[in-house]
């Protein structure tokens, strides 16, 4: 009997080189689909599972790192403090990709501060937001994120509008702004890859109904709902290589290309929304129309050209310094002297 010959990609690794544990969430988490498009979109990009980290806060999101990339290096870290995590390993090693998991308790609220900070130092890293406006590790409490009005058996009503953590993401500057519903694994896994692609932070909204506490018909962040109300701004793909990207066919007028920082390319056919994703303001008056009207506009919301990232203001080597000996990390007399003498 003929064996079947396993797939390999561009570094010579077959997808179960990507995998992790099996999943401990429940059957049906949304988050589940998402740590699996982590593991397609890594294998499709074509490195190794050593020159990524996983990073984690609190929360189920923060249990996915261990269901992808068994042979990368992660580390799940205090509650809201992942951004902190990230800002130290793009320093310890500038030459690995970084993968941030969050929810949107991890982020929306005790991780809200870094959040903001770890956008504004532009940290070389993509941040994925499993977003089930609802905690589930402590049994379904309202998020920052939960819809306005919703009803859940143990909590009541919610009487609190939500924050739109795309919103939050793009007013604090960042240049990599998308939003994903986890049912749709075809344009996550797109945007995974670009994300990964982008030179600084990358912000993945991902809508992942909770099966357990949150997935009525009428919640915002159910599968029924998000089945019925996601509205695609464009069909997004990315391409490795040029060659890929000239082995399609398009119709003129209908797409828009980008090539990233890294030599890839983004393209997006035209729906039925003629939409500009390089205007910020359109993607300001995009994200208010959608919560105005309640439906997820899912794709890439906003993309700027790459910007000066936290490892060039500080001029990190390229060798990983967490490989460095520590005498060369540190000054030796003669430099503190001329240090100290400099101060006075």
């Known amino acids: 009997m003929e064996t079947k010959t396993a797939e390999l990609n561009l570094c010579g690794l077959a997808l179960s080189d990507y995998k992790g544990k099996p999943s401990t969430l429940c059957p049906g988490c949304g988050h589940n689909s998402i740590s699996a498009q982590v593991q397609n979109a890594v294998w499709e990009l074509g490195l190794p599972p050593e020159r990524y980290v996983k990073l984690s806060g609190i929360g189920c999101s923060s249990k996915s790192p261990n269901y992808f990339l068994d042979r990368s290096f ?5 509650h809201g403090r992942m951004p902190t995590l990230a800002s130290g390993a793009c320093f310890a090693d500038a030459s690995i990709h970084i993968i941030g998991f969050s929810g949107d308790g991890d982020t929306a609220s005790i991780g809200m501060g870094h959040f903001k900070h770890v956008i504004r130092r532009n940290v070389p890293m993509t941040y994925i937001i499993e977003n089930n406006g609802c905690y589930g590790l402590t049994k379904g409490q309202f998020s920052a994120t939960s819809d306005q009005g919703l009803v859940l058996k143990h909590q009541g ?20 702004v998308a939003r994903a519903y986890s049912g749709d694994t075809k344009q996550l896994k797109e945007l995974i890859k670009a994300a990964i692609s982008q030179r600084g932070i990358a912000i993945i909204d991902v809508i992942s109904p909770c099966v357990t506490f949150n997935n009525q018909d009428e919640a915002l962040q159910s599968y029924t709902w998000g089945r019925e109300n996601e509205a695609p701004l464009h069909d997004f793909k990315h391409y490795n290589t040029r060659e890929e990207l000239e082995g399609e066919e398009f119709a003129p007028g209908t797409f828009r290309e980008i090539k990233m920082d890294n030599g890839t390319y983004i393209v ?77």
């Open 157 to 176: 009503v919610n009487m609190l509008p939500p924050l739109d953590m795309c919103m939050e993401a793009l007013i604090s500057g960042a240049t990599f």
């Open 268 to 344: 997006m056919k035209k729906l039925e929304k003629d939409y500009d994703p390089t205007d910020r303001n359109a993607a300001l008056d995009l994200l208010t129309e959608s919560y105005k009207n309640k439906y997820f506009a899912t794709g890439l919301i906003y993309f700027s050209e790459a910007q000066e990232t936290i490892q060039d203001l500080y001029n990190l080597p390229d060798e990983p310094m967490n490989r460095m000996a520590s005498e060369r990390l540190r000054p030796t007399k003669a430099m503190l002297d001329e240090i100290n003498r400099s101060l006075y």
């Open 74 to 78: 992660g580390f799940n870290g205090l």
